[in-house]
């Protein structure tokens, strides 16, 4: 039988900075380009020397060059692709209140935005061998059926799962690997 658990949400504080990107970026019907940036951002954002680099306890750095400087990494990490002023503004913002930090939770809170508001999903189906396509189909309508949306369903081979399944969608996690069950096992006996 497979397991349910759920996944750490990201912090509270990076739910209005990415409610603010999704209203600018659906606004100026850019939400795949923003979801690309805020992508890029968070990276670089995620990065231990940049954290050092962009925290609000390094004084060498004004607030608008953190956000140049998050900006031009952008720029690089998007093949030299210029990014929107709107974008470098937003940076300017959250480097002015010590949120540069808070990059990856708002790109994961904008990505449940923007599924949302397209009526999809985002899954990620981990298996112990490669799937074919007709299990790949399977999995993703019966998705659909239970979430009632389109899904995208983005696919791993994990050979440390020993054999199963692990699908993730958003929060909810069900765990049908091998591995996963050893694991409850595991600390069932330690009990």
């Known amino acids: 039988m497979a397991e349910t658990t759920t996944?750490?949400?990201?912090?509270?504080?990076?739910?209005?900075?990415?409610r603010a990107a999704f209203e600018d970026a659906q606004a100026a019907n850019a939400l795949p380009l923003w979801s690309e940036l805020l992508q890029a951002a968070a990276a670089v954002a995620a990065d231990p020397a940049m954290q050092r680099l962009l925290g609000p306890w390094n004084p060498t750095?004004?607030?608008?060059?953190?956000?140049?400087?998050?900006?031009?990494?952008?720029?690089?990490?998007?093949?030299?692709?210029?990014?929107?002023?709107v974008f470098v503004t937003f940076l300017e913002m959250l480097a002015?209140?010590?949120?540069?930090?808070?990059?990856?939770?708002?790109?994961?809170?904008?990505?449940?935005?923007?599924?949302?508001?397209e009526s999809t999903i985002r899954a990620q189906?981990?298996?112990?061998?490669?799937?074919?396509?007709?299990?790949?189909?399977?999995?993703?309508?019966a998705l659909k059926a239970k979430f009632r949306r389109n899904v995208e369903?983005?696919?791993k081979t994990d050979e440390s799962l020993i054999a199963g399944a692990v699908i993730r969608v958003g929060d909810?996690?069900?765990?049908?690997?091998?591995?996963g069950r050893l694991d409850k096992l595991a600390t069932a006996l330690s009990l």
């Open 96 to 117: 002015e209140f010590h949120r540069l930090h808070q990059l990856p939770g708002i790109a994961v809170l904008f990505e449940r935005l923007r599924a949302e508001a």
């Open 7 to 18: 996944v750490v949400r990201p912090a509270a504080a990076a739910r209005p900075y990415a």
């Open 172 to 179: 909810l996690v069900i765990d049908g690997s091998a591995r």
């Open 153 to 155: 369903l983005d696919c």
């Open 61 to 85: 750095l004004r607030s608008d060059q953190k956000a140049e400087l998050v900006a031009g990494l952008c720029r690089d990490l998007r093949g030299g692709a210029e990014v929107p002023e």
């Open 125 to 141: 189906l981990i298996s112990a061998a490669a799937i074919t396509d007709a299990q790949r189909k399977r999995v993703a309508k």
